[in-house]
């Protein structure tokens, strides 16, 4: 089925399908209206003021950018020869320099890789000079080194970090998007100490030095981002990769920046209309290829594509405006085998596994999926600089994404699954089974909306900074999911038997009577599932800033403070509609629906035993499932229990409001810098969920309850940052800092779910509002030598990790709950734990070869690794146990050639295991398996082409060796999950001018 088809299908089912949503908290944004707009005022207040009067000495200030094309060269230096008074540019290439002395001025300006260049200008107390600065590429015997494209990208972000004050890694434009990344995402893991959360794939979650998604700060243009997953992690695979200026990650924040931020801090900027200079261009067209890994499904057209293009305009060039817009569609398909549990039983023997017990399997998943995924963003900056002195501007970002997404998914479960016969160390015996079919299409939709107003007042020495955000994300998932299922259903079928043999990675698992299992008439249907899920946040940012430039005893640089209120509403409406087929009429059989053939997995000895046609199912529940009481009763029985809980189980209203406060000083004697100061943050939020009681008379009046449960906490959080300039090309950093990870807003609520099973067992999943917030204090060192455009640094770090987060499952017996005594209970609960450590090593190595003769003087690398280990005490535990999502080794390499228009190069990244959930014992605990990708690249730039225009044509590959993506179990040997979506080939052309 075609998008638009699948996609109106959603909307459909989202109508029928809706339950009344829980009240949302709309009037936050009313309650702090005042507030924010009270701070914009302030800033238009701070605009319109005039300039103070002058003073003594006089300013200089200009622009210093690449001689070739006008391109802004951020983090240049520049400073006034025979003193220490020195700065560096900004990100549009801006430089400022306050308080020097009346009178001629020399400056000199430098760029790693780029001819040093000096100015004189004449200094007169009380008023601005303006020196603008062109850099050229340096000249290596004899010869100009071409600073563009690949190398031009490393140059700049080793030069960005070069001129940091804090511990930080860098992507510029030009290194985003010149491998086959998909999203932003994909693009950071090429930075040190970056793992992401794959999915299909494709990179959706970033980890900054083994710490969780949720435990990171994730910025736009500096300002607090919107999410539309289900938790505080933002999905970054909503935003393509091209559409970006630059990326920095910051992993020892300065308190002028957010604190939820105990990995890191990832700030994603885009393009500014004042970016460069005069009007320009570009344009990218690509086509697509991915070998269906599973045959199922259609094809569509496979495409990308972008556009940029800006100008400026005005007497003076006051204004400018630049957009971006980009387009993309994949069409996949996935092959995925899943055990879905692995046993032990020590009854039985096996040679391979520790303590004499034989493990095996539960039941053997293949699925195969058909995948459709559409993204289209754009942004737009207007900017208006009406004097030297004042700058405003405007920005908005919207981007979405699309998948369709349809799935087989066949299920041979072993019977009686406590009691193999065991027949060899690895191999076994299933005397009994069934096997299931489920067919189900998921389409969902996310956006994300972000839209800002703020500006740039200077007053003499003083700067004053005001911004005010909105940002919005939006997820809609409609779904369904059909069971078809062989007769025996719990307890087995002696036709379905099975036997089974682990001792293949893949284990085998065989049917004993395959014409059985693989006759579509045999499958009758047993349930339907229907579902649909809404998540929205909104995020209302209102910030002001103050900068005074100054000296004190003999040393220069600033002071800065400045006020924040962040506000942000989540609400989480989810339903799900649970149908069984009724006894007073015969159920279909998935004959009707069956396709012919059965398409052969990726995975060895996996197999799909029948297939069904996701369209002819959902014509037919179009037919038989008008709405929730609206259906066919003589063949299916709504599951009103199931349904009741299912419509408030997932739900939640959240809000939350960030008050900050901070003040920092940094100063510069000889070649130490120094960065101090403190912030302050005062969180409150409010959580509404929901009771539920789950017994033999469950009534949704009577055992549903909702209850709002408000908490608050303030943190002090003070840093000190050092950066010391031993030679100009070998620095020394130090860092402490303090930061902090919220809570989901769920796990704060006064949640808690209650099933009872006569008087003999009771559950209870109970939320926990006294919940404190992860408080980490972190210590970096690094020391960095840059060398021609490239670097080399070593560093190390330790995280003090207090109140981490963890579900703990309690066992209580003869346990009295509301005047019942129940024989036994389990009660599950999130709990702030014994504090944790995470300690690590990064290196770094880029290297530009333009020392070698020709022509190898066109080679390079980028390169890094780090070594991380964590430790955490978690409840019910007595093993130690590292971090979620921490991997212990993480390792980039990038060799390349650049020269004659030839760009050439070959990406490798490899992640080992991360823990992913944690059982009862070491056996039970699930892993993401170690992974090695390969990426390549190659591109020619073709002269004369198009008049005044530059033509690339290129050919890109992702995932060379088809890697997999894969969980396992305990350990390697069990795999858990096994995904295998292919290969992607790019071919395309991009023009610039």
């Not at 409010?686 to 949704?700: C, G, K, L, W």
């Amino acid at each position: 089925m075609c998008a638009q088809g699948r996609s109106l299908s959603r909307l459909r089912w989202a109508r029928r399908f809706k339950f009344p949503s829980p009240r949302h908290r709309s009037h936050m944004f009313t309650r702090y209206r005042y507030l924010f707009f009270s701070l914009l005022i302030f800033g238009v207040f701070c605009v319109a003021m005039p300039d103070a009067a002058a003073q003594s000495t006089g300013t200089v200030e200009g622009r210093v950018v690449e001689a070739s094309d006008g391109t802004p060269l951020p983090g240049a230096n520049v400073v006034v020869d025979g003193t220490n008074v020195g700065t560096s540019t900004n990100s549009e290439g801006q430089f400022r320099l306050d308080g020097l002395p009346a009178g001629s001025q020399t400056l000199t300006v430098s760029f790693v890789s780029y001819q040093p260049t000096t100015k004189t200008v004449e200094v007169k107390a009380g008023q601005t000079a303006t020196v603008n600065v062109q850099l050229s590429g340096e000249v290596v015997a004899g010869e100009e080194v071409v600073v563009t494209g690949l190398r031009e990208g490393q140059v700049r972000s080793v030069n960005q970090k070069k001129q940091a004050i804090m511990v930080m890694d860098a992507l510029s434009a030009d290194a985003i998007g010149k491998l086959p990344d998909q999203n932003v995402a994909e693009a950071m893991q090429r930075l040190p100490g970056i793992s992401i959360k794959t999915d299909r794939g494709e990179g959706r979650f970033v980890r900054v030095r083994g710490t969780s998604e949720e435990l990171n700060n994730v910025s736009l243009n500096g300002q607090t981002m919107a999410s539309s997953a289900g938790s505080r992690a933002t999905a970054l695979d909503l935003v393509p990769s091209n559409m970006i200026s630059s990326v920095e990650v910051v992993k020892a924040v300065t308190p002028d920046m957010d604190a939820n931020a105990v990995g890191g801090t990832v700030d994603i900027n885009t393009l500014s209309a004042l970016d460069r200079s005069g009007t320009f261009g570009n344009a990218s067209v690509q086509y697509l290829s991915q070998p269906r890994q599973i045959e199922i499904g259609n094809s569509s057209p496979r495409y990308r594509a972008n556009a940029t293009a800006g100008t400026q305009f005005g007497s003076r060039d006051q204004f400018g405006i630049v957009g971006s817009f980009s387009a993309s569609r994949r069409d996949f398909s996935v092959s995925i085998v899943d055990p879905d549990d692995w046993r032990q039983d020590s009854n039985l023997e096996n040679n391979e596994t520790s303590g004499g017990s034989f493990a095996y399997p539960n039941e053997l998943e293949t699925q195969a999926e058909d995948n459709e995924r559409e993204r289209f963003g754009g942004n737009l900056s207007f900017d208006w600089r009406p004097s030297d002195r004042t700058s405003l501007y405007l920005r908005g970002f919207v981007t979405q994404r699309n998948e369709n997404l349809d799935n087989n998914e066949s299920e041979l479960t072993f019977e009686p699954e406590d009691d193999p016969i065991q027949t060899g160390p690895t191999s076994g015996r299933f005397p009994r089974g069934s096997v299931e079919l489920d067919i189900a299409r998921n389409d969902q939709e996310d956006n994300l909306y972000s839209f800002s107003l703020g500006g740039d007042q200077e007053l003499g020495s003083v700067t004053v900074n005001v911004d005010g955000t909105y940002t919005r994300g939006e997820s809609d998932l409609t779904r369904f999911d059909h069971t078809w299922e062989t007769p025996g259903g719990g307890d087995g079928d002696p036709r379905a038997a099975a036997r089974y043999d682990t001792g293949p990675f893949f284990f085998a698992a065989i049917p004993e009577n395959p014409d059985y299992v693989t006759n579509p008439a045999n499958y009758k249907l047993r349930s339907i599932q229907l579902e649909t899920r809404q998540v929205r946040e909104n995020t209302y940012v209102a910030s002001a800033d103050l900068k005074w430039n100054a000296s004190l005893a003999g040393a220069s640089g600033f002071i800065k403070a400045g006020g924040k209120f962040t506000g942000r509403d989540k609400v989480v409406d989810q339903e799900q509609i649970e149908f069984d087929t009724t006894n007073t009429a015969r159920a279909p059989t998935l004959e009707p629906f069956a396709l012919n053939g059965t398409p052969v997995a990726a995975q060895e000895n996996s197999s799909i035993f029948t297939l069904g046609s996701v369209d002819r199912v959902a014509r037919w529940t179009e037919q038989n499932v008008q709405g929730r009481s609206d259906f066919n009763s003589t063949l299916l029985d709504l599951d009103e229990e199931e349904t009741a809980e299912e419509a408030v189980e997932a739900d939640s209203d959240n809000n939350e409001n960030i008050y900050a406060g901070y003040g920092m000083a940094n100063f510069s004697v000889g070649s130490l810098s120094v960065l101090g100061g403190v912030r302050i943050e005062h969180t409150a939020t409010d959580v509404r969920r929901f009771q539920i009681r789950d017994d033999e008379s469950f009534s949704r009046e009577e055992d549903v309850t909702s209850e709002s449960t408000p908490n608050s906490y303030t943190n002090v959080l003070p840093s000190l940052h050092l950066r010391y300039e031993a030679t100009s090309d070998l620095l020394f950093r130090a860092s402490w800092s303090n930061t902090i990870g919220r809570p989901d807003y769920n796990l704060l609520a006064q949640y808690e779910s209650v099933s009872t099973q006569g008087t003999t067992q009771i559950d209870i999943s109970r939320g926990n509002p006294d919940l404190e917030p992860f408080r980490a204090s972190s210590f970096d060192i690094t020391a960095e030598y840059y060398l021609g455009g490239g670097l080399i640094s070593v560093g190390g770090f330790y995280k003090h990790i207090d109140n981490p987060i963890y579900t703990d499952t309690e066992t209580l017996q003869n346990f009295a709950f509301e005047g019942t005594t129940y024989d036994e209970a389990e009660i599950t609960q999130t709990r702030n734990v014994d504090a944790g450590t995470l300690l690590g090593i990064e290196g770094t190595a880029d290297v530009l070869f333009t020392f070698l003769p020709a022509p190898l003087d066109g080679l390079g690398v980028r390169s890094n690794a780090a070594y991380i280990d964590s430790e955490v005490q978690v409840p019910s535990r007595d093993d130690e146990l590292p971090f979620f999502g921490q991997s212990d080794l993480l390792v980039n390499a990038t060799p390349y050639f650049q020269k004659w228009g030839l760009q050439a190069r070959v990406a490798l990244s490899f992640q080992s295991e991360a823990l992913i959930d944690i059982g009862d014992s070491p056996f039970e605990d699930e892993y993401d398996a170690d992974r090695t990708t390969w990426d390549a690249s190659l591109s020619y730039e073709v002269d004369n082409l198009i008049p005044t225009s530059a033509v690339t044509l290129f050919a890109r590959v992702k995932n060379l060796t088809n890697e997999s993506e894969r969980e396992f179990q305990g350990n390697e040997s069990r795999y858990a999950r096994d995904e295998v979506y292919g290969r992607t080939f790019t071919f395309g052309a991009t023009t610039s001018f």
